[in-house]
T-cell receptor, first 112, second 113 residues
Framework: DQQVKQNSPSLSVQEGRISILNCDYT??????FLWYKKYPAEGPTFLIS?????DKNEDGRFTVFLNKSAKHLSLHIVPSQPGDSAVYFC???????????FGQGTELSVKP | EAQVTQNPRYLITVTGKKLTVTCSQN?????MSWYRQDPGLGLRQIYY???????DKGDVPEGYKVSRKEKRNFPLILESPSPNQTSLYFC????????????FGPGTRLLVL
């Protein structure tokens, strides 16, 4: 049973517009959430994170929102750039222990 | 340069032939993990290690073994590979603390015939 779900396998956005990637989770014990970005033929790289004590975290063009009651988080990229085209994974952990649960990934395509 | 290296990068093998994928990190990280990436399933954690001689199961440990005899190395062993273990494998390491500083290796693409 998938504890972290990204229900949109792909998303296409025009350059300069906002990209919104969504992620849902089922385990209420998760207290730390991360987004990773992955280019083809490379390993994932960390993008942004949020603790369950917050509902928003911002880093430049990237903002992550957490809605604990809905068990939902989203990643906003504003403005989107062609270099943002990649697969984005959300991930969750309990107490930042050894286990990390990933979603299925969303492939973002930003068109010039 | 801080890095996680994996070998081999590509491997084709046959069912039942034991194989080992090596992973090494040069950052003195305590934590190391193995993940597999499959279409529609994303990344799934196979095993992780919090330090030398300390390993634990991730989400999909069946059919895999690991060992952590030295801090820098974390090999993944497939004793009797099967076609359902055909996948893209990533090793990762991080220091004690958050996943923000988790470094991933470049991946090993495995095909089991």
């Amino acid at each position: 049973d998938q504890q972290v779900k990204q229900n949109s396998p792909s998303l296409s956005v025009q350059e300069g517009r906002i990209s919104i990637l969504n992620c849902d989770y089922t385990n209420s014990m998760f207290d730390y959430f991360l987004w990773y970005k992955k280019y083809p033929a490379e390993g994932p790289t960390f993008l942004i994170s949020i603790s369950s004590i917050k509902d928003k975290n911002e880093d430049g063009r990237f903002t992550v929102f957490l809605n604990k009651s809905a068990k939902h988080l989203s990643l906003h990229i504003v403005p989107s750039q062609p270099g943002d085209s990649a697969v984005y994974f959300c991930a969750a952990s309990e107490n930042q222990g050894g286990k990390l649960i990933f979603g299925q990934g969303t492939e973002l395509s930003v068109k010039p | 340069e801080a890095q996680v290296t994996q070998n081999p990068r590509y491997l084709i093998t046959v069912t039942g032939k034991k194989l080992t994928v090596t992973c090494s990190q040069n950052m003195n990280h305590e934590y190391m993990s193995w993940y597999r990436q499959d279409p529609g399933l994303g990344l799934r954690q196979i095993y992780y290690s919090m330090n030398v001689e300390v390993t634990d199961k991730g989400d999909v440990p069946e059919g895999y073994k690991v060992s952590r005899k030295e801090k820098r190395n974390f090999p993944l062993i497939l004793e009797s590979p099967s076609p359902n273990q055909t996948s893209l494998y990533f090793c990762a390491s991080r220091p004690h603390g958050g996943f923000e500083t988790q470094y991933f290796g470049p991946g090993t693409r495995l095909l089991v015939l």
